[in-house]
């Protein structure tokens, strides 16, 4: 089944402590983004990349990093979490530009 | 810098009325639009997207969208509204060909019986 996964899908942390959101696709997309959704705000970009080792801001980028080593992969680490990167996390992937983005199931973060 | 504006964040509509979502995009050229629903709980799926050709383009579940340049707005309708059509509605514009996404705010659909 063609799918985005993202584990966990539920996360509670305490501030500065740091952890790893992973995302895999199993579409062979060569797009894949972290977007992150906040009640009012909708979804708002952090991090895209169109290709291996190829990574790019979106609008909300501080305080996030990620990785692009392999075509599947896209992890979205939080170094030093705050209380302010509590949300609602979702992981995409598309074939290229105009194409549809197919999302995975959300991961919800609470930072303490 | 591409921007989008969805002006209503909550509508009410009866079963069986038509259903008409406002977006309003801000971009230099023509871009890639979209628009997608958020079922609560849910993830995002694609209703329907334009970039070129015909200016009314169809979705599923019985959605269309039209885009009109003059106006910078790709808004969504539907002729009845079900029930089920309950949900969070997005609207979003690509800077053609990248990877780089804007969503509007939303907008939050409700179907009384």
Same mark, same amino acid.
């Given at each position: 089944e063609a799918q985005v996964t993202q584990n966990? =899908?539920? !996360?509670?942390?305490?501030?500065g402590k740091k952890l790893t959101v992973t995302c895999s696709q199993n579409m062979n997309h060569e797009y894949m983004s972290w977007y992150r959704q906040d009640p009012g705000l909708g979804l708002r970009q952090i991090y895209y990349s169109? #290709?291996?080792e190829v990574t790019d801001k979106g609008d909300v980028p501080e305080g996030y990093k990620v990785s692009r080593k392999e075509k599947r992969n896209f992890p979205l680490? !939080?170094? *030093?979490? *705050?209380? #302010? +990167?509590? *949300?609602?996390?979702?992981?995409? *992937?598309? =074939?290229?530009?105009?194409?549809? +983005?197919?999302?995975?199931?959300?991961?919800? !973060?609470?930072? !303490? | 810098a591409q921007s989008v504006t969805q002006p209503?964040?909550?509508?009410?509509v009866s079963e069986g009325a038509s259903l008409e979502l406002r977006c309003n995009y801000s971009y230099g050229a023509t871009p890639y639009l979209f628009?997608?629903?958020?079922?609560? %709980?849910? %993830?995002?799926?694609?209703?329907?997207?334009?970039?070129? %050709? @015909?200016?009314?383009?169809?979705?599923?579940?019985? /959605?269309? &969208?039209? /885009?009109?340049?003059s106006q910078s707005s790709f808004n969504l309708r539907k002729p009845s509204v079900h029930w089920? @059509?309950?949900?969070?509605? /997005?609207? &979003?514009?690509?800077?053609?060909? %990248?990877?780089?996404?804007? /969503?509007?705010?939303?907008?939050q659909l409700k179907v009384e019986l």
């Open positions: 966990p =899908r539920y !996360l509670i942390t305490v501030t169109m #290709n291996v680490i !939080l170094e *030093s979490p *705050s209380p #302010n +990167q509590t *949300s609602l996390y979702f992981c995409a *992937s598309r =074939r290229g530009g105009g194409e549809t +983005q197919y999302f995975g199931p959300g991961t919800r !973060l609470l930072v !303490l | 209503d964040i909550h509508i009410t628009w997608y629903v958020q079922s609560p %709980g849910q %993830g995002l799926q694609l209703l329907l997207k334009y970039f070129s %050709g @015909d200016t009314l383009v169809q979705g599923i579940k019985g /959605f269309e &969208a039209e /885009f009109k340049r089920s @059509d309950a949900a969070e509605y /997005f609207c &979003a514009v690509e800077a053609g060909g %990248g990877n780089k996404l804007t /969503f509007g705010t939303g907008t």
